[in-house]
């Protein structure tokens, strides 16, 4: 059947565990996979002319289909009575298409549309059931982190992900002025899609940490030893497992599409890193 061509579908729970669509006898016919959902607020100015006032992601609906072999009736409700329960799950879910598998998307499914497709061209004995998902996001989201490789051996990145061609971008540093690339097509907002920036190091009384690209800094006013943890997550800073935003300017740390500039000051011997996926 030549649409096997166009690969399978993982769904990925977000326990951990998996479930291969075609290990359970259903086998892909078709995937759309979906865009961002831009919705613009205008704003009119006199007559003849509008302003756009702003604009914004929201959640966007997309499907696939997937044949089933049955040999009646009764037998393809059973069928869909089983991705019914491969679907449903009380926390969203990814969905992870083979033909792109460094890709994958936050869904919920759509069990209103979840119906036999009408299909007189098709035997009925490989009718294809539709299946329609929400993409919470509106965008897809990379399978690995920028703590992954970038090497061909760990096959975690792939084609169309931005990533500059025989450039090293490493992210984790121990100097003092380095460069941050993000890959997606979209800003990373500390209350968007946090990234877990990891810091242990000698400070004898502040941690200044700079993003000179976009014009933040982040202060820690407490000295750390080298045995001391600090993670900032997205808004959050945690010293050694507890929250302490109270010793903070209360700032936040975002990075912009392509390369992001930082300095540290107020730290010796120290080393950085930045963990997050990218966005699609």
């Given at each position: 059947?030549?649409?096997l061509?166009?690969?399978?579908?993982?769904?990925?729970?977000?326990?951990?565990?998996s479930?291969?669509?075609?290990?359970?006898g259903?086998?892909?016919?078709?995937?759309?996979?979906?865009?961002?959902?831009?919705?613009?607020?205008?704003?009119?100015?006199?007559?003849?002319?509008?302003?756009l006032?702003?604009?914004?992601?929201?959640?966007?609906?997309?499907?696939?289909?997937?044949?089933?072999?049955?040999?009646?009736?009764?037998?393809?409700e059973?069928?869909?009575?089983?991705?019914?329960?491969?679907l449903?799950?009380?926390k969203?879910f990814?969905?992870?298409?083979?033909?792109?598998?460094y890709?994958?998307?936050?869904?919920?499914?759509?069990?209103?549309?979840?119906?036999?497709?009408?299909?007189?061209?098709?035997?009925?004995?490989?009718?294809?059931?539709?299946?329609?998902?929400?993409?919470?996001?509106?965008?897809?989201?990379?399978?690995?982190?920028?703590?992954?490789?970038?090497?061909?051996d760990?096959?975690?990145?792939?084609l169309?992900?931005?990533?500059?061609?025989?450039?090293d971008?490493?992210?984790?540093f121990?100097?003092?002025?380095?460069?941050?690339?993000?890959a997606?097509?979209i800003?990373?907002?500390?209350?968007?899609?946090?990234?877990?920036?990891?810091?242990?190091?000698?400070?004898?009384?502040a941690?200044?940490?700079?993003?000179?690209?976009?014009?933040?800094?982040?202060?820690?006013?407490?000295?750390?030893?080298?045995?001391?943890?600090?993670?900032?997550?997205?808004?959050?800073?945690?010293?050694?497992?507890?929250?302490?935003?109270?010793d903070?300017?209360?700032?936040?740390?975002?990075?912009?599409?392509?390369?992001?500039?930082?300095?540290?000051?107020?730290?010796?011997?120290?080393?950085?890193?930045?963990?997050?996926?990218?966005?699609?």
């Open positions: 059947m030549d649409k061509k166009e690969g399978t579908i993982i769904i990925q729970y977000q326990g951990g565990t479930v291969n669509l075609s290990d359970e259903f086998l892909v016919k078709s995937f759309t996979p979906p865009s961002p959902n831009f919705q613009y607020t205008w704003q009119q100015l006199g007559k003849y002319k509008a302003l006032a702003n604009s914004e992601i929201q959640q966007s609906t997309f499907s696939f289909e997937v044949y089933v072999d049955g040999e009646d009736f009764y037998d393809f059973l069928i869909r009575l089983e991705l019914k329960k491969i449903t799950s009380d969203p990814y969905v992870i298409w083979t033909m792109m598998p890709l994958r998307y936050l869904c919920v499914p759509d069990m209103s549309n979840l119906v036999m497709a009408q299909d007189d061209a098709v035997p009925r004995m490989a009718s294809p059931l539709s299946v329609s998902l929400i993409s919470i996001d509106g965008f897809a989201e990379s399978t690995a982190t920028t703590q992954t490789p970038f090497t061909y760990s096959e975690s990145w792939g169309g992900e931005n990533l500059p061609n025989g450039v971008i490493p992210y984790t121990t100097t003092p002025s380095f460069k941050v690339y993000n997606s097509n800003p990373l907002r500390a209350e968007e899609h946090p990234v877990t920036i990891a810091f242990s190091g000698t400070v004898t009384s941690l200044h940490i700079r993003n000179l690209t976009t014009g933040q800094e982040f202060i820690l006013n407490r000295s750390l030893s080298s045995s001391d943890s600090l993670i900032i997550v997205g808004l959050v800073p945690i010293v050694n497992g507890s929250q302490d935003y109270g903070s300017n209360h700032a936040y740390l975002d990075l912009a599409k392509g390369w992001n500039e930082f300095q540290i000051t107020g730290a010796t011997n120290f080393t950085i890193s930045f963990d997050t996926h990218f966005y699609y």
